[in-house]
């Protein structure tokens, strides 16, 4: 057995993420975060899935829907989560403004009232915009639910044996750096009109 650490996200943007239409998280840290703040513990993590706090509202209308589709089948009482991706930051980014934000709308899925609540959390902490390389597992981890799992904290750590799963990048290396640059030249924009 060895140690594992994941981030847990909102299946939806897990998703987005495993599909390659967005390389890119928006963090702050949860409400019981043991620093108060987001911190990035590993550069390399699975995305552990959630689900409690998912809102149709809080995304574009165009991914409004799939959130459906991550619900179906969910259980209140979840006995057990498939870990399906492995994600490596190539970049942190800390992001204090408005007008920087807004430059990254084309860039994720959540709406832009979503981004900018946020930003305003917490406000004199920034926020942090994960660039990952996503790895999509050839077998999924099969993972019992703990109540250590639970509650609003950015991290999990969990024991897993080692499967040796062989990891499949979710976009080419070109296609992952097209986006990189892309959203480099978005923010380095700002205050261009």
Not at 164 to 173: K, M, T
Request: proline letters at 3%; one cysteine or more.
């Amino acid at each position: 057995m060895s140690q594992k650490i994941a981030l847990k996200e909102w299946a939806v943007v897990i998703s987005a993420l495993e599909s390659g239409e967005q390389i890119c998280l928006m963090r702050k840290g949860g409400i019981a975060e043991e620093t108060r703040e987001f911190q990035v513990k590993s550069e390399m993590f699975y995305l552990y899935p959630t689900f409690e706090h998912q809102r149709k509202h809080l995304l574009k209308a165009t991914y409004q829907d799939r959130i459906d589709n991550t619900l179906a089948g969910m259980q209140t009482e979840k006995e057990e989560v498939q870990i399906t991706c492995l994600a490596k930051v190539e970049k942190d980014i800390e992001i204090m403004d408005d007008d920087l934000l807004s430059r990254l709308l084309p860039f994720h899925i959540w709406t832009e009232a979503f981004a900018e609540e946020r930003l305003r959390w917490k406000r004199s902490k920034p926020l942090h915009l994960l660039l990952l390389r996503v790895y999509k597992l050839a077998v999924p981890l099969k993972l019992s639910v703990s109540a250590d799992f639970l509650g609003c904290k950015s991290w999990i750590e969990f024991d897993h044996l080692e499967e040796g799963s062989i990891l499949e990048p979710v976009l080419s290396d070109d296609d992952f750096s097209r986006q990189v640059e892309a959203i480099e030249a978005a923010l380095s924009k700002i205050g261009e009109k």
